[in-house]
């Protein structure tokens, strides 16, 4: 598959900062919608986004989930000479994977991997199982050089079979960047050999994900980007450092409480397209909102959307307030829905609908998330 932009897309933009440009494409939602292959599809792969972090929802060591909303992917390289992929960077897991002799369907529309044109690659032979819920990702571990971010001997994950409904994704693997206690295998992340080989300035990165052009998002690793947020940065410690995990002191609209009343925690994820809650939470929300659920998603009328409240998340003292025009989108048939999604357990999970409206930073060096307005 050819990629939509340069093999070489990372930008040192100082000896010890790099950044990686991401595209926001089609997400495989928009892609089955223009099939008309949507309704099929959700009624055979249900969403559960907390499979990928709750392990009582999990059939597996790890567990992801069929996120259809994911839209923006970055470009790495991988081997010498370089083999490109498109990549999900993923706060919300922690190993890298691509695919390599792969002969599942999911496959075929994905670049694959070759060791054998690799003079660096090296053979792991360890196995690797990735379960998602509604299918899984086999495959073996190897070592290999990740270009542009210099690192090298760095263990990776090759797809041997994946899930069906990974056909439908645009991404070729994941690059996960949350901590190193929530690899498998333990394998060493790739962002905590950039730290221990020095390869940064600072030992953080940040990410900017654009609203609505295809192009402008990016990921920085060792600094933030001044370009991309405006007002000072806002730093909550965590809470866990497993994931990206903080606490949030309630979610609020027109001054009052209307979820997560006395605090509540929850995860920061570029990997998760929604913003995800207990399903009491989510239905007050959505009730007070004006939406009503129809098949696992909330309606509203797209011609109300000029009356409808910002929703405030008030996360260590501050304000974090989504318009509507964040959390509501159109989608097939005219309808419109929210970007607030139920699921089973206690845990938030703040995705892409929440992070296009904040620049966030990720600090190892102090177990630190940082937000601040993105512009």
């Known amino acids: 598959m050819k990629l939509a932009f340069a093999v070489f897309a990372m930008v040192a933009l100082s000896e010890c900062l790099v950044q990686i440009p991401l595209e926001k494409g089609k997400s495989a939602r928009e892609v089955l919608e223009e099939q008309g292959l949507w309704e099929e599809y959700r009624q055979k792969y249900p969403y559960n986004p907390m499979a990928k972090f709750d392990r009582s929802f999990a059939v597996g060591p790890e567990?992801?989930?069929?996120?259809?909303?994911?839209?923006?992917?970055?470009?790495?390289?991988?081997?010498?000479?370089?083999q490109s992929f498109k990549v999900i960077f993923d706060t919300g897991s922690s190993n890298l994977w691509v695919s390599i002799y792969c002969n599942s369907a999911a496959c075929n529309n994905h670049a694959k991997f070759d060791p054998r044109r690799s003079s660096t690659y090296r053979q792991n032979g360890g196995p690797l199982s990735l379960t998602y819920g509604t299918g899984s990702?086999?495959?073996?571990l190897g070592y290999d050089t990740v270009g542009g971010l210099a690192v090298t001997n760095q263990i990776f994950g090759l797809s041997q079979t994946e899930a069906p409904f990974m056909q439908n994704m645009q991404a070729d693997g994941i690059f996960g960047?949350?901590?190193?206690?929530?690899?498998?295998?333990?394998?060493?992340?790739?962002?905590?050999?950039m730290m221990n080989a020095g390869l940064i300035n600072q030992n953080l990165f940040s990410v900017y994900l654009s609203s609505n052009n295809q192009r402008g998002s990016v990921v920085t690793f060792g600094g933030v980007d001044t370009n991309h947020y405006s007002g000072s940065i806002t730093w909550i410690p965590l809470s866990s450092e497993l994931y990206w995990q903080i606490t949030v002191d309630s979610v609020s609209g027109n001054g009052q409480a209307v979820a997560c009343n006395g605090g509540c925690q929850a995860i920061v994820d570029t990997g998760t397209s929604m913003i995800v809650g207990p399903q009491s939470d989510i239905d007050n929300i959505n009730a007070w909102l004006g939406a009503s659920c129809q098949n696992g998603e909330y309606i509203v009328n797209c011609n109300n959307i000029g009356q409808?409240?910002?929703?405030?998340?008030?996360?260590?003292?501050?304000q974090f307030t989504l318009p509507t025009s964040a959390y509501v989108y159109q989608v097939q048939y005219n309808n419109c829905i929210t970007g607030f999604s139920a699921t089973g357990g206690n845990m938030w999970i703040l995705g892409d609908v929440f992070l296009r409206q904040y620049y966030s930073i990720y600090n190892r060096g102090q177990n630190m998330l940082g937000l601040a307005k993105a512009r």
């Open 63 to 82: 567990s992801m989930t069929n996120d259809a909303g994911l839209s923006y992917y970055g470009v790495i390289s991988i081997g010498t000479p370089p």
């Open 137 to 140: 990702m086999t495959g073996i």
């Open 177 to 193: 960047l949350a901590y190193p206690s929530l690899s498998l295998s333990s394998a060493t992340p790739v962002f905590d050999n």
């Open 308 to 318: 409808m409240p910002d929703v405030t998340f008030n996360i260590n003292g501050q």
